[in-house]
């Protein structure tokens, strides 16, 4: 683990969780699917196929319950290390739409917040579109809006290495081959940022710790098939493993912090059906959801910015700059935006 100096105290007086959102019942799918694909000409026909997904699970996602659940263990985080800010919770697609708790701070008379975002590494739909979603609920808000200070990424924080890493504990055996998953993103926005080299950086600091060797996959891709996104998928992995004689696979949904749709419903139904097809062993590692060491290195990230706390990292790339440069996290002209119609 590594150190960097002391940054500088900063008043704030809230933080903000920010996550994707999803819906909470039958009735939201659609409606919810709409939001998520808004401005992509994405018709009914086809959110209609991503709904059966939703479908199987009561109509339900369960983000918006795992991330209140991230949230209390957050608030006692907090209680228990002095810290007092008050946390609210909005979300990009769903209820609390950001821009109404945006507007609840405001009546709260918060006049400058840190934001989490429930996403760790860099790409446009994990990092600088939630930015612009906090420029968008500010401008919506009006003048009355408080300051909105987004976290720094926090993919190689130890912390969430750590928490990884005992996750991975509670199923992986000895000899089974570590298989790490992320969303897939298109190959065009995966150029303006380092998604894929953080993703491997992370991977190789966690298989290292646990002692395996271990794969990159991807999962989740959606859109139209002409367009190139990142391979290998999750499910033609675990094809070519068994093929080169592979018959045991721990996989870890590294790109997720919490067992939302697309891990319950890509890895658990579809990648665990393929596994048994080609007769792999498959066991999956929970994501790092309320784990201790998670909650731990997220309180230190706000230290770091309410309490001049030390900056850590792993790894030899360094933290995450604060703020993020500019330019970076780019949507080239002509991709889809937005992360793809699940969560």
């Known amino acids: 683990?590594?150190?960097?100096?002391?940054?500088?105290?900063?008043?704030?007086?809230?933080?903000?969780?920010l996550s994707f959102g999803g819906p909470e019942g039958p009735d939201d799918?659609?409606?919810?699917?709409?939001?998520?694909?808004?401005?992509?000409?994405?018709?009914?026909?086809?959110l209609a196929v991503v709904a059966e997904?939703?479908?199987?699970?009561?109509?339900?996602?369960?983000i918006n319950d795992q991330n209140r659940a991230l949230i209390d263990a957050l608030r006692a985080e907090f209680e228990a290390n002095g810290i007092d800010l008050p946390i609210y919770f909005g979300n990009r697609n769903w209820e609390p739409y950001l821009a109404d708790t945006v507007r609840q701070m405001a009546d709260d008379g918060v006049q400058r917040a840190l934001v989490l975002a429930t996403s760790a590494f860099s790409s446009y739909s994990g990092c600088r579109q939630y930015r612009e979603d906090l420029a968008r609920a500010a401008e919506t808000v009006g003048a009355a809006a408080p300051e909105l200070d987004k976290?720094?990424?926090?993919?190689?924080?130890?912390?969430?290495i750590d928490a990884v890493v005992e996750r991975i504990a509670d199923v992986h055996r000895p000899g089974a081959r570590l298989v790490f998953t992320a969303h897939s993103i298109p190959n065009s926005m995966s150029q303006?940022?380092?998604?894929?080299?953080?993703?491997?950086?992370?991977?190789?600091?966690?298989?290292?710790?646990?002692?395996?060797?271990?794969?990159?996959?991807?999962?989740?891709?959606?859109?139209?098939p002409?367009?190139?996104?990142?391979e290998p998928d999750i499910n033609d992995h675990l094809a070519t493993l068994a093929e080169d004689g592979v018959t045991s696979v721990t996989l870890v949904p590294l790109g997720f912090v919490s067992d939302h749709m697309e891990v319950a419903y890509?890895?658990?139904?579809?990648?665990a059906n393929t596994a048994s097809e080609v007769g792999i062993d498959l066991r999956r590692a929970p994501t790092v959801g309320t784990h201790s060491a998670f909650v731990r290195g997220l309180r230190q990230l706000v230290e770091e910015k309410i309490a001049g706390g030390e900056v850590?990292?792993?790894?030899?790339?360094?933290?995450?700059?604060?703020?993020?440069?500019?330019?970076?996290?780019?949507?080239?002209?002509g991709t889809p935006t937005g992360r793809p119609a699940a969560s």
């Open 1 to 17: 683990m590594h150190t960097d100096a002391v940054s500088d105290e900063t008043n704030y007086d809230a933080l903000c969780l």
């Open 29 to 46: 799918v659609m409606p919810f699917l709409r939001n998520v694909t808004a401005g992509r000409n994405v018709p009914d026909e086809r």
């Open 53 to 62: 997904q939703y479908e199987q699970f009561g109509g339900r996602s369960p």
């Open 151 to 160: 976290l720094r990424l926090y993919y190689n924080h130890p912390g969430f």
């Open 192 to 224: 303006w940022c380092e998604y894929e080299p953080q993703l491997n950086e992370m991977a190789s600091l966690v298989a290292d710790r646990v002692g395996a060797e271990w794969d990159l996959a991807f999962q989740s891709r959606s859109g139209p």
């Open 226 to 230: 002409h367009i190139p996104w990142l």
């Open 266 to 271: 890509d890895l658990d139904l579809q990648a």
């Open 312 to 333: 850590l990292w792993v790894g030899d790339a360094g933290p995450w700059p604060d703020p993020c440069p500019d330019g970076h996290c780019l949507a080239p002209p």
